[in-house]
């Protein structure tokens, strides 16, 4: 689950990161009180939506009065800020961060997040702040500094010595690093992150280390334990439709293909893509409704898919196991009566009870296709996408 920059900054100061001063404000009124609280001119006018490159879309803005304050804010207030993340459809901002302005020595890049390949958490460091890290990377590598921490020992003080000596900080800078990098650390593990990240990190004219940015992403499978980050959540920077389905439990993300696909599993439905493809078409959506998945949770998967305006056609893919066949075929029944499909449906099951999954289709009178394997499916997916 990401947060907002302003939120993270929230929990980067209560853990002891050092972030600018700054205020949230919703209002063009509420962004020069913001302004005129703070120490004085100029400040920086940031667009709080959940991407990154906010700067280049014209969504960070630097204002040197009240004036120039009130202009910028009425200018990305409810600005459909594009950036690379937000694809060409871009975000309506609907709050801004007003902050205080640092005299700046140098920008660095700093991230936490756990690597799946050495299971260790990585801190990524480098000298190119304020830059993509995919350019960097790209363009120049060895810039980048990687530092693995053993989660079972912990952060170690040589290892923060080690990320300082590599982007060349020394004397007060070089303290003020170490002690944030420490501090940043133990906020990523309490928190439960699967990324923290700060871009451009700052060392001011008087040697501080200070987070001009924070993006902060919490993993959803740790939510039940910081209902703290919960109440963070801003539904409106999420798609309606993921946001839907996750007050069904269902596990759904939107793409931009034409064939709908229900499956149980995530596995199976990554191999399930795959099959649409392979048959020549584009899926629409993830959906895994789980091994436990009800009848009623089939049919608000059902009405998730048929929500999409661009599904031609849907695939359920299920494996019968702890969804037994059945249950399934009795979901599929109910969705297909309580809601207007006007797409073709291939259903392909298989396993515990399948025999009875069929036959609860074929005696339902409702208009379905049913597949008796994955060569199957994919033809007849494939059929779909041609019409």
Do not use: W
């Given at each position: ?18 972030v ?5 404000a ?25 991407a ?34 937000t ?12 902050e ?22 990585m ?25 693995a ?30 002690g ?6 133990d906020?990523?593990?309490a928190?439960?992150c699967?990324?923290v ?6 060392i ?5 280390v ?38 069904h ?56 898919i ?28 109910q ?11 291939v ?9 009875k ?31």
């Amino acid at each position: 689950m990401k947060i907002h920059e302003y939120q993270a900054k929230e929990l980067f100061n209560q853990a002891g990161v050092s972030v600018p001063k700054g205020m949230v404000a919703i209002s063009v009124a509420e962004a020069c009180q913001a302004a005129a609280a703070l120490p004085g001119y100029p400040v920086v006018v940031k667009a709080q939506i959940h991407a990154g490159g906010r700067g280049k879309g014209g969504g960070v803005r630097l204002a040197h009065d009240e004036a120039e304050v009130a202009t910028v804010a009425e200018e990305i207030l409810g600005m459909h800020l594009v950036t690379r993340q937000t694809g060409p459809q871009g975000k309506v901002v609907e709050k801004v961060l007003v902050e205080e302005g640092l005299a700046i020595s140098r920008e660095l890049y700093l991230a936490i997040l756990p690597d799946r390949d050495s299971a260790a958490i990585m801190i990524m460091a480098s000298s190119e702040g304020g830059m993509d890290i995919e350019e960097v990377a790209a363009v120049t590598p060895g810039k980048i500094i990687k530092v693995a921490v053993n989660p079972l020992l912990g952060l170690q003080p040589y290892q923060c010595r080690q990320l300082a000596f590599g982007l060349d900080i020394s004397g007060p800078a070089a303290k003020s690093f170490i002690g944030l990098v420490g501090n940043l650390y133990d906020l990523m593990v309490a928190k439960d992150c699967s990324m923290v990240e700060i871009n451009p990190l700052v060392i001011t004219q008087d040697n501080q280390v200070v987070a001009l940015d924070a993006k902060m992403d919490v993993d959803s499978n740790s939510l039940y334990r910081h209902p703290e980050i919960v109440a963070m959540r801003d539904e409106g920077e999420e798609d309606p439709l993921e946001v839907e389905a996750s007050r069904h439990n269902l596990n759904y993300i939107n793409l931009d293909g034409t064939i709908g696909n229900m499956v149980n599993g995530a596995g199976l439905a990554m191999a399930t893509m795959d099959i649409i493809k392979q048959a020549g078409a584009s899926p629409a959506n993830f959906l895994d409704v789980g091994g436990g998945a009800s009848a009623d949770m089939v049919e608000q998967g059902f009405r998730l898919i048929l929500r999409d305006q661009r599904v031609k056609g849907i695939l359920i893919n299920i494996f019968g196991g702890i969804l037994r066949c059945d249950v399934l075929a009795e979901g599929v029944v109910q969705a297909a009566r309580a809601v207007d499909i006007k797409v073709p449906v291939v259903v392909r099951m298989e396993g515990t009870n399948v025999k009875k999954g069929r036959e609860i289709l074929a005696a339902s009178g409702v208009n379905l296709i049913t597949a008796h394997d994955l060569a199957d499916a994919a033809a007849k997916v494939a059929a779909i996408a041609g019409k």
